[in-house]
């Protein structure tokens, strides 16, 4: 995994913990409008660098996975 895809892949993650532990805690719409803008962000920059596929996997379940592009 480069490094640039490191990072992307850090940031999900870390944008996800964040996501879980305030999601309840906001309540006004500006913090629900600076929420949303990083995940489009983030979600933007993900799509620039990987590129997603569906699969199913051997027990039936439909995964998601990414290649570089």
Do not use: C
């Not at 999601?23 to 983030?42: A, M, R, V, W, Y």
């Amino acid at each position: 995994m480069g490094l640039g895809i490191r990072a992307i892949w850090e940031s999900a993650k870390n944008l996800l913990k964040l996501h879980q532990r305030l999601l309840p805690e906001i309540t006004s719409q500006q913090g629900l409008q600076i929420f949303s803008s990083s995940q489009n962000f983030l979600k933007n920059l993900i799509k620039l660098y990987l590129k997603e596929f569906k699969f199913m996997t051997n027990d039936g379940e439909q995964a998601i996975g990414f290649w570089v592009t």
